[in-house]
């Protein structure tokens, strides 16, 4: 599995050049069909295309090994954070700031979920209807919906079979969502840790 984990990190790191490439030259190449391509301009076009597809694919799986699998999980985000315990003290390092970066993640998306879920109106209303002379009003409250409003767009062709744009889930959902996984997956840890 180690082995697969490596061979799949290191797919995703050296081709990302080539889809950027590939998304670059689909950017701002003005031909949508490429009939006026050489035979090795389409060459080259198909293998980055294919790559790209390819690419996304296994992108898409990585994540979600890396989401459900914990061995992979730690191999990469330790190659990513550049995570190397040799000994104890360097355990006892990765622990403390472990805590403090889940700490204050952790507030920070609860700040986030509050200014998302807050709301504050300030507006002036007409002077006939004033209490007590003051026209400057004040309101207050907490706005929260699970799922987004979708946006209804028509397609007179119908040629649209299938469109995904976004995450349907609203902003402060997301946040609640991340607050939970990350309070679960943290206490489930613990728990698991000291039982051993």
Known sequence: MNKTIRL???????????VVMCMIWGEFSPETNH????TLQKVIWEILSYNLMFWFAVLILFL????????SREM????????????EREQVITGKASKMTYISSLSILILFLFLSVFTINIHRVPQDQAINGKTGSVSIGLHFNFF???????NTKGEIIFESKDIPLSKSAILLVLIAWQLMTFNLAARKESLI
Request: charged share 20%; no cysteine.
């Open 64 to 71: 979600f090994i890396l989401v459900f699998n914990k061995q």
């Open 35 to 38: 009939e006026s391509y050489s």
């Open 76 to 87: 990469t985000l330790t190659r990513l954070a550049n995570i190397k315990e040799r000994d």
């Open 148 to 154: 987004d409003s979708p946006q209804v767009k028509t």
């Open 8 to 18: 799949i990190q290191n797919y995703l790191l050296f081709t990302l050049p080539l």
